[in-house]
């Protein structure tokens, strides 16, 4: 018997990566991950090498039963390497998992909020033909043909993420018309972000049946319109536990050139959407506050009720790389509280 992989990578796109795969027929019965062959490409067509050296390396990383050819068949994510098993340099994954190893005591997880928005050809879903839709007020989870744009599509990427047995947690209609939001988690680094490259890979997938694009742009309308965030919530063992923990790690977000490592990495374009307006927190001021989503970081009002829970950074774009920004508010947060005897 055979059975088909679709290979899932990464490639080297700037300044935002975009996702490529390809199918591999293999011969025999499915057998889990490790089971799974290395595979190669040309890395000159993925801006990940020079022709002249172009063989790239997949490393199959995550799998999970393919929910549209359905079957024995499986979607395969895979890290690149280069031809002696090192890292590529777009390879952002590989550093995430030396850091999640390190601060696995702390039991660290996320949940990742996704937006994005349809396009219709070069208009987002909704859009008038050479106009603008009645303003933003009504659409934000709404219902109605007046207001809910592309739900077919919603619907369907949401099975197809449950069959493919994701740690897909919710959706919603977001505040521009044509614009959604779903959330995968809350996971440890690795899977959250694993999970997330795929369900974006789904997206694409299941949109691309209906005739539709998704994008992750970040600020997709100019001006009055909301841009598309993937605000990441976090929290460690002992945030879940307490709330000193909880403003330990507020505060190191905070710290020294803290919030302008993380901005920096938290999705091209973000000087665009981090403005201030459209409930956000203009991208060079840091801020925390319970309940305030005009700030960097939210504490859930619930979280400061219950004395424990998680944080919310606002602030990375819709387009960021999950692996950047798991990996930065590890390494930072836990850092803190590893300092502050907070584990
Ligand atoms: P919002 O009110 O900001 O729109 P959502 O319901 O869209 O909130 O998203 C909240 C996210 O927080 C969910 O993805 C959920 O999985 C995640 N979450 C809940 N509890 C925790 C926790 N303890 N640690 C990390 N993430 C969490
Ligand atoms: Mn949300
Ligand atoms: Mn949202
Ligand atoms: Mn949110």
Sequence with gaps: MTFKA???WIDGTAPTAKLRSKTKIITGAPAG??????????GSSTNQAEGHASDRVLKPVFSCPDP???GDDVLVLCEVLNTDMTPHASNTRAELAEVSARFAAQEPIFGIEQEYTFFDGTRPLGFPEGGYPAPQGGYYCGVGADEIFGREVVEAHLDHCLKAGLGISGINAEVMPGQWEFQVGPLAPLEVSDQLWVARWLL???????????TLDPKPVKGDWNGAGAHTNFSTKA??????AIITACESLGEGSKPLDHVKNYGAGIDERLTGLHETAPWDEFTYGVSDRG???????????????YIEDRRPNAN???YLVTRLMVDTCCTALEKAGQV
């Design 320 to 322: 960021v790389d999950p």
């Design 239 to 244: 945030m879940r536990e307490g709330y000193d």
């Design 33 to 42: 991950l490790d089971a799974l062959p290395l595979w190669g490409f040309d």
């Design 204 to 214: 694409y997938r299941t949109a691309e049946d209906f005739k539709i694009s998704a």
């Design 68 to 70: 549209i050819r359905g």
């Design 295 to 309: 700030a960097s970081v939210r504490i859930p009002w619930q979280v400061e009720v219950d004395g424990k829970g």
């Design 6 to 8: 679709e290979y899932i």
